[in-house]
Structure formats: C-alpha cells, structure tokens
C-alpha cells in the first residue's frame, strides 16, 4: 500500500475488494484502550490486496480484558494498549504519582495482562503492542517515571510471553515514519484517538507480514534480473571486467549490498532464480568466476538467462519450481519489463530498481517482509539443494523406460512421525504453504499444531521422505481427529510437498495411515475435499483411495470409508517406516 493513498481513496477500494472476496473469511478483532477505528478499513484494505480475504472488527473501548474471551476464537487478536491511558491522563499524572501508587498501577496491569493471555492461549495469533512512552517523553534529558513504567512492564510481558503471542516494537515505526506524521495530540484530547492516518498505513505494513505468513502468503522465490540489477552496467556491452559489485566502488557497493541480502533470504529457505536477457553462458561466467560475485551456482535454484521473454521465463520459473505465481517476486531495473510483467502476470509481485541506486537497498529491505518465516526449519537451510537434487531427478526419469521403472529405481523410505514436537514448526509451515496437495488448505500456527499433537483426540502424522538423491525433508501431514469412542475418525487435514507430487508418496502415506487406523480399532473415515484455485489435482484423491461420496457441491466434498473395505495400493518400491 502507498503512502500517498489517501483514506477516502481506501474506503472506495475496500468496498470493492470485498465483493470479490470467496472462501472462508479471515476475522481479525482489534482490542484496545485508545480510539483505533481508522486501523480497521487500513488493515483490510491492505490484506485483501494480498489475498487475504479479511474482516477487521473492533471489541469495545477499553475492554480488552473481557473482549480477550469473547474474541478468544478469533484466528487472530491485535492489542493496542496504550500507556497514557491505563489510568485517565497518566502521561502526565505519573510524575506526581508515589512509588507505592505506581507499584500499585504495575501491579493491576501486570493481573490483567495474565488474564488476557490465560483467555488468549488458544487463540493462533496474538499481536501485542509493547507499551511505549516515546510519545511523551522523546525529548526528556531524564529518564522519567513514564519510562520507567513502560520498562517494567514489557520486561514483564517478555518474560510472561506464550508461543503464539508477539509483541510489536512501535518504535521502529516511529523512526520509520516520524513522531509528528504518527501522532495527532488534538485528537488525542478530542476523542482518545492519538495515532494518525499515516500511522496506522506504516503499521498495517509492519505487521502484515505475521498474518501474511499465517494464512499461507509469504512468497517463495525471488526472481532476479542480472544487468543493473545485481550488478552495475550491462554484461552484453561492457564486458565480464566492466560490471560493478565490489564493495569497494560506490556503485559496485550498492550491489555488493543486494547480492548480501539475496544470500541472507536464500539461507532463511527462500528461492533464488535469475531471469536475465543474456547469453546464459557469459552469466554462467560471471557466477562462476567474477571475483565479486557473491552469488554461486549453489545458491540459484533456477536460471533463466536466454533471449525469451520475461513473463514466459518467469512461467517457466513457477512451473519448474512448482509454485504458484503469486509465491514470486520479480525485480528488474526496466520500466517497460516490470510493467509487462504486471500486466501480463498480475499474481506476480514486481519491485522496479529505484533510478537513485542508493534507494535500491532500501526498496530490497521494506520487502524483506514479504518473504516473512516465523521458524526457520531444516528444509529451510537446504531448500535451494533439494531443487537441485529434483533436478537430478527429472533427468534419471529419462533413462527409464517406464514410470514404474523410475520409481522403482529412486529407492524410496518414507519415515512417519507422530506427534512429533520437533517438528511442529515445519508442519506448521507446510499448512501454510501447500497449495497444490492440499485436500482441504486450512492454515495452522505452530501453536495450533502444537495443541493438536498435545490433545489426545487429535494425532499429528508426518511423513519425511528421502531417495537416492537426498533427502528432501518432512514434506508430508496428516491431521486426525477422534470422535469420544474412536470408533470413527476424521481427516481434518492431508498435505504433500510439491516437490515430491509424482512418486505414488501419497498413496503410501495414505495405506500407512489407513492401516494405523484399523490398529486402532477404528471402523470408518470421514473426510473433506475443499476446491481452491490450486488444487485441483486431488480433486479426486480421495475417491481413488476407496472413499464414498456423501455430499458434493460445487466447492466441497464429504466422503466416508469403511475401514474394512478400504483397498491398499501395496507399492513395494516405497519403504516405509516409523520414527
């Protein structure tokens, strides 16, 4: 979202936005001492542009302690509560205030704060506003008993913080945007509403990439140009010894700073691939041998120097990848490039090379958002290795003569873990992730998985798989619940990888699930195809694994299984084992 958006603007656009909304709709409530209103419409406008089908609600004023339980259900709950009005004007009160009426104030608010976590502790996302007095004490020469009281209790809340809570530093937003831009003391007086348009715009940004993550947004892959926009100058014209990126020149430095970003993403899991118009022999070259050039053949998943188009390249880059367009983001230092992919691949996000270069790594560090990871797992660290590996793949399968045969010949073993907490924040990830083998495509926190594995009606599978190859780490989950007999179950939520959609895994993960099922004495298996815009390969997953229609519409399917009459596939070429 621009700054320059003006608020009216907002409105229009966000009514429009939302009668194009499909699916289930993501409820975020907003509690708080303080006027917010403003944040509501802000905070929607920007999710839903990123394809996040929100709905922002505020509880009432300064109520937070009760609306943390009626909001409780909520997927997520955002805190504004504010220091100056905890007690009625104690920005200025607290001076005269004795250390034992103070202790006093801590005292009552580090109970409520306890309450509103204790009714929050299921709750999937929590953001809370650190308390800040930045707002009345930024010119103070003393430290004042304000500064004091907002240390006390953020020491307080950091030590008392859950896993599903984070805290918000509005002080990088004020340096971000400026005291005087966020903050509007008329108001303040007026109506107890102190943050400004502007404010809530650089708020909204800053913590979009939480609830972006959350529900499956982060993008995946950063699709580079090479000339001027990993190093200075055009390698077709000036040469491998006339491009720029050495941290010793002012423009190579420049660059010597994107490449740094790049391999910082590429170590937190995100996918480098390049997408240039040159020959791809001389960018070969200068990966290979420049001696400024921080980026390795290693470090790029994909590279698509050629003399093709761009927005043919970067299908080809999704596609290889095996990721949705909208998982992208393009940079590029050509106007006319940029714009075409625009409007040719809207899903595409496209960040255009400032022409003041010394913009260029600040454009780089205000999107660092957008590829937001919570955890870093793993499969993370070695996420560009286990594209290469699949590239190895793709080129055995050409050496067979049948599908079988190649299958056979990757030498399989599956390891099934259950319950696992080690791995909940990859489950988690692969819930927000997965799009394409995803039966249902509901969204977990590492909290909600975390419940789940510790409920006893629930069981949490996943499946790590690995091959001749390498191992291509935990890429399969499965989520169960138990009516109180456990004579039936249901398969909330059944997942893979797109890295290893093609090699039967699912249906060896499915006998395996099935059979754990029976062992334990359950009869029959509900279960739920939910159509998305991605995943309709397993349309019909499920009734190639013995399930019975129920129900049928155009968006759902309910199926049943007689655990009896379920038929295994029985591949032989994958082993599978428990952890």
């Given at each position: 979202m621009?700054q320059?958006?003006t608020y ?7 009514r429009?936005?939302?009668k194009s909304?499909?699916?289930?709709k ?5 509690l708080s001492?303080i006027t917010?209103a403003h944040?509501n419409?802000i905070l929607?406008?920007?999710?839903r ?8 609600g505020?509880?009432?004023?300064n109520n937070?302690?009760q609306?943390?339980?009626k ?5 997520c ?7 100056c009005?905890?007690?009625?004007n ?5 001076e005269?205030?004795?250390d034992e009426?103070t202790r006093?104030i801590s005292?009552q608010v580090?109970?409520?704060?306890d ?5 929050l ?5 929590v953001?809370?506003?650190k308390f800040n007095?930045?707002?009345f004490?930024?010119f ?7 500064e ?12 008392v913080?859950p896993?599903?809570?984070q805290?918000?530093e ?5 340096l971000?945007?400026?005291?005087e831009?966020s ?6 007086y007026?109506?107890r509403?102190?943050y400004?348009i502007?404010?809530f715009?650089?708020?909204t940004q800053y913590i979009q ?8 947004r982060?993008k ?7 000339d ?7 390698l077709?014209?000036?040469g491998?010894?006339?491009i720029?990126?050495?941290p010793r020149?002012?423009?190579?430095s420049?660059f010597?700073e ?8 590429q ?7 390049l997408?240039?118009?040159n020959n791809?022999?001389?960018v070969?070259e200068?990966?290979a041998?420049h001696?400024?050039?921080q980026?390795?053949?290693e ?6 120097s050629n ?11 999704s596609?290889?990848?095996?990721i949705g ?7 590029d230092d ?10 040719q691949l809207p ?5 255009l090379?400032?022409k ?7 454009l780089l560090r205000?999107?660092?958002?957008l590829?937001?990871?919570p ?5 993370d660290a070695?996420?560009t ?8 793949r793709?080129a055995a399968?050409s ?6 045969e190649?299958?056979?010949?990757l030498?399989?073993k599956?390891?099934?873990?259950e319950?696992?907490?080690a ?6 990830q692969?819930?927000?992730?997965t799009n394409?083998f995803n039966l249902?495509t509901?969204?977990?926190t ?9 409920r006893?009606e629930s ?7 690995s091959?001749k190859f390498?191992?291509s780490?935990?890429t399969g989950?499965c989520?169960i619940?138990f009516?109180s007999?456990r ?11 797109c890295?290893i959609i ?7 993960f499915m006998?395996?699930i099935i059979?754990r099922?029976?062992?334990?004495q359950?009869t ?9 815009a991605?995943?309709?390969q397993?349309?019909n997953f499920f009734?190639?694994?013995s ?8 968006l759902?399917t309910?199926y049943?299984l007689?655990v009896?009459?379920?038929v295994p ?9 428990d952890?």
């Open positions: 621009r320059d958006t009216a603007d907002i409105l229009r656009q966000n429009q936005l939302a909304m499909t699916g289930d993501y409820e975020i409530k907003v001492n917010v944040l419409d929607e406008y920007s999710l542009n990123l394809g996040v089908p929100a709905i922002v505020s509880g009432d004023y937070i302690v609306d943390s339980f909001f409780k259900d909520s997927p709950i955002i805190i504004f509560w504010e220091l009005n905890i007690v009625d104690l920005h200025f009160r607290v005269l205030l004795t009426e006093s005292n580090e109970s409520e704060l309450l509103v976590l204790a009714n502790s299921e709750t999937s996302l953001l809370i506003n007095s930045r707002l004490s930024a103070s020469l003393h430290g004042t008993k304000l004091a009281l907002a240390k006390h209790l953020n020491e307080y809340l950091s030590g913080l896993r599903n809570v805290l918000v509005l002080d990088n937003i004020f971000a945007r400026g005291l831009v903050v509007d003391m008329r108001r303040y007026s109506t509403s102190i400004t502007d404010f715009k650089a708020y990439p939480f609830i972006t993550a959350a529900t499956g982060s995946k892959t950063i699709i580079f140009d090479c001027n926009t990993l190093w200075k100058g055009v077709g014209e000036d491998f010894d006339g720029e990126m050495s020149t002012k423009h190579g420049i010597f994107i490449q740094t970003m790049a391999l910082c993403l170590q937190q899991g995100v996918i480098l691939t997408c240039s118009k791809r022999a001389d070969e200068v990966i041998n001696p400024d050039m980026l390795t053949a470090h790029i998943a994909v590279n698509k003399w093709s188009d761009k927005v043919s390249n970067i299908r080809a880059i596609e290889e990848l095996g367009l909208d998982s992208c983001v393009f940079i050509s106007p006319l490039e940029t714009e075409l992919v625009r409007q899903q595409v996000t496209v960040l090379v400032p003041s270069l010394d913009e260029y790594p600040k205000n999107n660092i958002g590829f937001f990871n955890s870093l797992t793993k499969e070695a996420r290795e286990m594209y290469r590996a699949q590239a190895e793709m399968r050496t067979t003569s049948t599908v079988d190649y299958l056979a010949s030498m399989h599956a390891v099934i873990h319950d696992d907490h791995i909940v924040a990859r489950m988690a692969m819930s927000q992730r394409q249902t509901r969204r977990y590492e909290e909600d998985i975390r419940t789940m594995v510790d006893a069981k949490v599978l996943a499946l790590s798989l091959d390498g191992d780490g935990v989950l989520i619940h009516t007999a004579t039936c179950a249901e398969i909330d939520t059944l997942l893979m990888s890295r093609g090699r039967n895994v699912e249906y060896a006998d395996h059979a099922l029976r062992s334990e359950v029959h298996v509900e279960a739920t195809y939910v159509k998305t991605k995943n309709e397993v349309e009734d190639r694994c399930f019975t229609v129920n129900k049928r519409t155009d759902t309910h049943t007689q009896d009459e379920y596939k029985n591949l032989e070429y994958i082993e599978i084992v952890d």
